[in-house]
């Protein structure tokens, strides 16, 4: 696999990882909960810092077990520490390549991915993969972001900005970040007969939670993969950045602010 097939748009720095942070199964992956039960082996592909991957190991053990991948050997590790704290045992982490996983056909009862289609260039491939390690009887359940569906108001010109620019910067490496809508479309074609769809926001709209957001990615404007690409290939100049992350920041500090994050689900059954 060519590595222009699975860059991660957003990089590991640490503006990037605290939004990560925030993420739990009650917020990221609820749609998939109904389905956990104890003694399932669960396999957590793109596992950022741990925390949505510990509360699953929560719902599995103490019986089941968990095997959480990620390509960052650094984020691995704060995964690891993340877990360790919580006084949790029953998972392993790997740095892998998730288009050729080193685990048997059928080893898992679940696969779970979250927001990592819209980073690969070839997301059917993927989840083929996905669907090759996961048991019959057991579903694979991915959830992704659509950037072009989100919505905020004011309606900033820095921030119809920034949408043009992360199109952009995602596009170039081989990503997809209208993802949300098209999971089910590529459900079908990694061979899967029963996709079972759904859909649910993150809304940024109180005076903390637009702190947070308009932090978060005016850090993320200024210091992350996205501006080091949109800089590197000439995307954006570092003063156009700069504006940019200052359009975040005037939009946070808004009282009338307000931002919704959609996201498509699917839960793919494998026969």
């Given at each position: 696999?060519?590595d222009?097939q699975?860059?991660?748009?957003?990089?590991?720095?640490d503006?990037v990882?605290?939004?990560h942070?925030?993420?739990?199964?009650?917020?990221?992956?609820?749609?998939?909960?109904?389905?956990?039960?104890?003694?399932?082996a669960?396999?957590?592909?793109?596992?950022?810092?741990?925390?949505?991957?510990?509360?699953?190991?929560?719902?599995v053990?103490p019986?089941?077990?968990v095997?959480?991948?990620?390509?960052?050997?650094?984020v691995?590790?704060?995964a690891?520490?993340?877990?360790?704290?919580?006084g949790?045992?029953?998972?392993?982490?790997?740095?892998?390549?998730?288009?050729?996983?080193?685990y048997?056909?059928?080893?898992?009862?679940?696969?779970?991915?979250?927001?990592?289609?819209?980073?690969?260039?070839?997301?059917?491939?993927?989840?083929?993969?996905?669907?090759?390690?996961?048991?019959?009887?057991g579903?694979?359940?991915?959830r992704?972001?659509?950037?072009?569906a989100?919505?905020?108001?004011?309606?900033?010109?820095?921030?119809?900005?920034?949408?043009a620019?992360?199109q952009?910067?995602?596009?170039?490496?081989?990503g997809?970040?209208?993802?949300?809508?098209?999971?089910?479309?590529?459900?079908?074609?990694?061979?899967?007969?029963?996709?079972?769809?759904?859909?649910?926001n993150?809304?940024?709209?109180?005076?903390e939670?637009?702190?947070?957001?308009?932090?978060?990615?005016a850090d993320?404007?200024?210091?992350?993969?996205?501006?080091?690409?949109?800089?590197?290939?000439g995307?954006?100049?570092?003063?156009?950045?700069a504006?940019?992350?200052?359009?975040?920041?005037?939009?946070a500090?808004?009282?009338?602010?307000?931002?919704?994050?959609?996201?498509?689900?699917?839960?793919?059954?494998?026969?």
């Amino acid at each position: 696999m060519n590595d222009r097939q699975a860059v991660y748009t957003h990089g590991h720095q640490d503006s990037v990882l605290r939004s990560h942070r925030s993420r739990t199964a009650a917020n990221s992956a609820a749609y998939l909960l109904p389905e956990l039960r104890a003694g399932q082996a669960l396999l957590d592909v793109g596992c950022g810092p741990g925390t949505i991957t510990a509360d699953l190991a929560e719902l599995v053990g103490p019986t089941g077990r968990v095997v959480a991948v990620d390509r960052s050997a650094e984020v691995l590790a704060r995964a690891a520490e993340h877990v360790a704290g919580r006084g949790i045992g029953n998972v392993t982490f790997a740095s892998v390549d998730a288009h050729r996983l080193p685990y048997a056909d059928g080893e898992f009862d679940v696969v779970h991915a979250h927001q990592v289609l819209q980073h690969v260039a070839d997301p059917v491939t993927l989840l083929r993969e996905l669907r090759r390690v996961t048991a019959p009887g057991g579903v694979v359940a991915f959830r992704d972001a659509d950037y072009a569906a989100m919505a905020w108001y004011p309606e900033l010109p820095e921030l119809a900005d920034w949408m043009a620019l992360y199109q952009r910067v995602a596009r170039s490496n081989g990503g997809e970040p209208n993802a949300g809508r098209r999971l089910a479309a590529w459900a079908r074609a990694a061979g899967f007969d029963t996709v079972e769809c759904s859909s649910s926001n993150w809304t940024y709209a109180t005076a903390e939670q637009r702190d947070w957001w308009g932090d978060s990615w005016a850090d993320r404007v200024v210091g992350s993969g996205i501006a080091d690409t949109a800089v590197a290939y000439g995307y954006a100049t570092p003063e156009e950045l700069a504006r940019i992350a200052a359009g975040w920041r005037r939009w946070a500090a808004d009282p009338d602010g307000w931002f919704a994050v959609p996201s498509g689900e699917v839960l793919a059954r494998v026969r």
